[in-house]
């Protein structure tokens, strides 16, 4: 089992940056590929970026790419996104979520994270 916690969001400014951290237990979390996605209301959930379990590899869609970069700190059990450049379509629940593949690869799909935290609030005014 996996636990994990996201912290920081809130409301920011359109132009503004935010942090969002995600503190997993549990199982070895330099095991673990680590993703982030977010969901609005009557929306699917929507994938953000990922991470490989080594820090290696990293992939984001378009929508952020340039914007956002996420990291791991494997001694601190800890992922993060680093949200730059906000606009107002950043705003969201993010959920952070980790799966554990064979190879030192990214996960792309909801589907391969079988463990997610409660998620964290992000809105971003105009």
């Known amino acids: 089992q996996v636990q994990l916690v996201e912290s920081g969001g809130g409301l920011v400014q359109a132009g503004g940056s935010s942090r969002l951290s995600c503190a997993a237990s549990?199982?070895?979390?330099?095991?673990?590929?680590m993703g982030w996605f977010r969901q609005v209301p009557g929306k699917e959930r929507e994938f953000v970026a990922a991470i490989s379990r080594t820090g290696g590899r990293t992939y984001y869609p378009d929508s952020v790419k340039g914007r956002f970069t996420i990291s791991r700190d494997n001694a601190k059990n800890t992922v993060y996104l680093q949200m730059n450049n906000l606009k107002p379509e950043d705003t969201a629940v993010y959920y952070c979520?980790?799966?554990?593949?064979?190879?030192?690869?990214?996960?792309?799909?909801?589907?391969?994270?079988?463990?997610w935290g409660q998620g964290t609030q992000v809105t971003v005014s105009s």
């Open positions: 549990g199982r070895t979390f330099s095991s673990a590929a």
């Open positions: 979520a980790a799966g554990f593949p064979f190879l030192d690869v990214v996960l792309l799909q909801r589907y391969e994270y079988p463990y």
